[in-house]
């Protein structure tokens, strides 16, 4: 292979693990061997940075400046690096840049600002609000009011103990009387419902024990990035996935420093796309972390008209319980009113006082006399309405709002112009009433409200409340029109191709809510909508034990989506639990309603994994041939088109997993000799032999089958040497009659199968005879 031929600063494929205290350093080297052998470049390492104790998944950093104890250390890691680089592997880190743990025992900078105040030297580490509350930390941290724990806080030393939470003591105080002390301090502990109102830190969505960190602040950047940019220069680590860039003050500067101080190095960001939404340009990263390309390839395995046929459905069953008829939009809406209103609150709170005071101060005559309370409706509507995790409005070499990122922000605005103060509030998110500081700072706060407001209401309630399709309630995804056509797949991959070759693009993630494989379950249910709705009928005559039918709708598609599976009950009863938490419809994680939780139990035990659920089983043994097409087929297709694919752990096999922490279970590495397994070495392998075929200066060409059922092959060529092809909504093919003649016309030459050896195609390529043994084909272009 000659350096022409493959840049190895860019990964061929990345294989994500999974790192805790269960699964160290050690652990991870152990399974190199056999993650080379399945072909990717680069290992994909969840955070490695110094986090809270037993944390199962590394995001609560503590520690900036050292490689976690609980998974080895820095030798640990080093040693890692080397066994990869033995079996020819490089590494990619998972960075934490918008948070850190707010743990004030293990978080020395934190610790050193509770002690000290604002006139700490890490006081501009954190994103706090130290005119609010009397010039105090709030710490949610009490069980209950004030008067009911007082008790239970006791000086000790120059420490302040509650349970096991630990907070310093400002100097000089340690003797005063418990009111006078606290009083004294730089902190206030408080009961934690009073984080939804009073909080006066950043935290992360509305996560309290998260602490919003200021890298926009040189210092606070080099500081909390020189151990990474050390294990760069040094070549232990290769590469960066940035987590959550939304929640930054300024992703853009942000990502401009990290590109100039890694030196270029190939970075990827989480930064969720919604549909038709582009990446900003100006970002000098590789792309997207891949949500993007879950959606473009889930889609494809989804029957437009069924899906219509089970909302339908899905609207009759669920009925009254569906939020608002099971209307998509309306579903986000008032999930965002909650959201806004409840969870965060405080933030909206502080977002009001940054508006009123830069309307009082500005010059600007049409900013003046606008009461808070009207400015607080103006950015919840707004706030409600916009239809992006954040609008982002670069600015020009003089500090200008450019017309181009105005004219984005504009139309991400889902609401009509009008007088008063919304259009007010639009205008200095567009940046049409000045650059100086007070409206950078305003544009920043609603940009983190506004992303943290998406993730809430969308991630974490709308896709718990409206549920005709459980597949397609992913990060990214769009529940409403969940379908993508091949059309539009092409021309999705051919701008990836053109404008981000190198992005990420996955199907399993740590974050996915379903496996890719428990989700090729579910689309075939877009299939057969009528089958599935006498299947419901069965299963639920008499009532069927659930406590209300949303619930018993999204329960059934759950059971049927994982299928057969060791500890299925405790599983399943653990993802519905989750469920209905964080629909918030008729129990919440801060308000838990027991008589209801106990009924989801007894349901669960009962129905979707009671004997009923045997009929539900043998229903989906009956269309598993149609669940393999679609497994093989997302698996196919994400490892060969644009992109940099990555494979999450365990995932080359069959892979059935919930919402976390289901998918973060202990997997097994090795082979199994499954049919998925052969797809994906096959795949991978190809990559790391043709690298041209799929690098930066590839190309991708759509192919398009002739005859009655060419809507049910999707197919493309990859720089004119690879050749994808695979079988889409096998069901309603197999229901047509099957291929019936239908042809592929392949590019000019020979193509060798590299999945059945042996076998050559040219020309116009029989369906039946390519589909013959597999409903997926990998062909490589034979050399002339």
């Avoid at 160290?24 to 990717?40: K, R």
């Avoid at 190095?265 to 949500?291: C, H, M, N, Q």
């Avoid at 879950?294 to 899905?314: I, K, N, Q, S, W």
């Avoid at 999945?755 to 029989?766: D, N, Q, S, T, Y």
Wanted: proline share 7%; charged share 25%; glycine share 10%.
């Amino acid at each position: 292979m000659t350096p022409e031929q493959r840049d190895p600063a860019v990964p061929t494929a990345t294989y994500r693990l999974q790192l805790q205290p269960g699964f160290p350093f050690g652990a991870a080297a152990d399974a190199v061997p056999y993650v080379a052998s399945l072909g990717v470049s680069h290992l994909h390492l969840s955070p490695v940075l110094e986090a809270v104790p037993g944390s199962p998944h590394g995001y609560d950093v503590v520690d900036h400046a050292r490689v976690r104890e609980e998974l080895g250390g820095e030798e640990g890691l080093r040693e890692l690096a080397r066994t990869a680089r033995e079996h020819g592997l490089g590494l990619v880190v998972d960075i934490v840049p918008n948070h850190m743990a707010m743990s004030p025992r293990h978080n020395r900078a934190l610790w050193e600002v509770l002690r000290e105040g604002p006139a700490s030297p890490y006081a501009r580490w954190f994103d706090i609000d130290w005119e609010a509350q009397g010039g105090q930390v709030l710490l949610p941290v009490l069980g209950g009011p004030f008067g009911e724990e007082a008790g239970r806080l006791e000086a000790d030393g120059d420490v302040l103990r509650y349970y096991d939470h630990a907070f310093p003591l400002r100097e000089g105080t340690a003797g005063l009387p418990l009111p006078r002390l606290l009083d004294a301090q730089w902190y206030r502990p408080v009961w934690w419902r009073l984080a939804r109102t009073e909080l006066n830190y950043r935290r992360f969505f509305s996560i309290s024990e998260l602490i919003g960190v200021r890298v926009e602040d040189p210092e606070v950047f080099d500081a909390t990035h020189g151990k990474i940019l050390e294990l760069l220069r040094e070549g232990v680590i290769d590469g960066l996935r940035v987590d959550h860039p939304d929640g930054l003050a300024d992703p853009d500067g942000y990502l401009r420093r990290l590109h100039e101080a890694t030196g270029g190095r190939w970075t990827v960001v989480e930064k969720i796309l919604s549909d038709g939404e582009p990446l900003p340009p100006s970002w000098p990263v590789a792309g997207t972390t891949g949500y993007d390309a879950l959606r473009h390839v889930d889609g494809l395995f989804t029957d437009p008209a069924g899906f219509g046929e089970l909302l339908g459905r899905y609207r009759r069953f669920a009925a009254p319980q569906t939020d608002r008829g099971g209307d998509w939009d309306a579903t986000v809406r008032r999930a965002a009113y909650k959201v806004l209103t409840h969870e965060l609150a405080t933030e909206v709170d502080r977002l009001t006082r940054v508006t009123s005071r830069l309307c009082v101060a500005s010059p600007e005559p049409a900013l003046r006399d606008r009461a808070p309370w009207a400015l607080r409706t103006a950015l919840q509507e707004l706030l409600v309405r916009l239809e992006v995790y954040r609008p982002y409005s670069s600015v020009d070499a003089a500090g200008v709002v450019t017309e181009e990122a105005a004219e984005g922000a504009r139309l991400a605005f889902a609401v009509p112009e009008e007088a008063g103060a919304v259009d007010v509030v639009r205008d200095l998110v567009l940046g049409r009433y000045g650059d100086g500081p007070e409206y950078v700072e305003f544009r920043t706060r609603f940009a983190q409200t506004a992303s943290a407001l998406r993730a809430k209401s969308v991630e974490d309630t709308a896709f718990y409340r409206y549920v005709p399709l459980l597949s397609a309630t992913e990060v990214g995804g769009n529940p409403g029109d969940p379908a993508v056509s091949p059309e539009r797949f092409h021309a999705y991959c051919a701008r990836v191709q053109r404008d981000w070759p190198s992005t990420g693009t996955v199907v399993s993630t740590h974050d996915t809510k379903r496996s890719a494989d428990v989700r090729a379950a579910l689309h075939v249910l877009t299939e057969c909508p009528e089958r599935w709705a006498d299947v419901l009928a069965e299963v639920t005559r008499g009532g069927g034990g659930a406590p209300d039918a949303q619930l018993a709708w999204a329960a059934w598609q759950t059971v049927f989506g994982l299928g057969p599976a060791q500890d299925a009950e405790e599983r399943v009863r653990g993802a519905l639990l989750k469920h209905v938490r964080e629909a918030g419809l008729y129990t919440s994680w801060t308000e838990q309603e027991p008589p209801y939780e106990e009924a989801v139990e007894r349901f669960v035990a009962e129905g979707p994994c009671g004997v009923p659920g045997e009929r539900v089983a043998a229903f989906r043994a009956s269309l598993e041939p149609h669940i393999r097409a679609n497994a093989w087929g997302a698996a196919l297709v994400h490892l060969t088109m644009p992109g940099v694919p990555d494979v999450y752990q365990g995932t080359e096999h069959e892979y059935r997993a919930l919402v976390d922490p289901d998918n973060r279970r202990a997997v097994r590495f090795g082979g199994d000799g499954s049919g998925k397994e052969a797809v994906t070495r096959a795949a991978l392998r190809l990559r790391a032999r043709r690298p041209a075929a799929f690098g930066d200066r590839a190309s991708y060409a759509p192919l398009t089958a002739e005859g009655p059922a060419a809507a049910h092959c999707l197919a493309f060529a990859r720089s004119g040497e690879v050749l994808t092809a695979v079988t889409r909504l096998s069901l309603r093919l197999a229901e047509a009659g099957g291929w019936r003649g239908t042809r592929l016309a392949l590019p000019a030459g020979r193509w060798a199968d590299v999945l059945e050896p042996g076998r050559e195609f040219g020309g116009h390529a029989p369906l039946e005879e390519l589909f013959e043994r597999s409903p997926v084909a990998l062909l490589e272009r034979i050399p002339d």
